[in-house]
């Protein structure tokens, strides 16, 4: 089973920094991540910028349509106004029967502002009480949604980017 998470950090580069911890988490094996992007929003900016760690995924197992499309409805929706809010409630339903509701869209949307940074994984086989410690001092706020292994294979399935 798989775990999307969002680690939410207090400053804009904050998300970036924790990487150095998560890749040494991974090479010690106590998490496994599957997935994942990294968004910092500077003050004074509009909008934040998003980046999907390859570096630590590999071709990553959801590619570039699902964090896209995430990222729209999170960060983009409320900017762009109700014409695209429609549509908008379309493309998040493609999200709720994999775990990813309303809720935790708003959750994300009112904690990643100007001035912060979050990181969004997904990850497996996480020795939770080995991990937790490693970011501890970073002051990150983490926001979780745990997948069933039906959520998982149906979040592959539907947002997996095509060969």
């Known amino acids: 089973m798989a775990t999307l998470t969002v680690w939410r950090f207090p400053t804009a580069t904050g998300a970036q920094e924790a990487l150095d911890t998560l890749t040494d988490l991974q090479r010690q094996e106590l998490i496994t991540v599957e997935d994942g992007a990294v968004v910092t929003w500077p003050e004074g900016t509009k909008k934040p910028k998003t980046h ?12 570039g349509t699902f964090w896209g499309l995430l990222f729209g409805l999170i960060f983009f929706v409320p900017i762009l106004g109700m014409a695209v809010g429609a549509a908008a409630g379309a493309v998040a339903g493609h999200f709720a029967p994999v775990g990813i ?23 497996s086989h996480v020795v939770l009480d080995r991990v937790s410690p490693a970011f501890q001092g970073r002051h990150a706020e983490l926001i979780e949604t745990n997948l069933s292994a039906e959520q998982e294979a149906l979040l592959r399935q539907t947002f997996a980017d095509e060969d």
Request: charged content about 15%.
């Open 52 to 63: 999907q760690l390859s570096t630590l995924t590999g071709m990553g197992a959801l590619g």
């Open 101 to 123: 509701d309303e809720t935790f869209i708003k959750q994300v949307r009112d904690r990643v502002t100007p001035g912060t940074s979050a990181l969004f994984l997904l990850t």
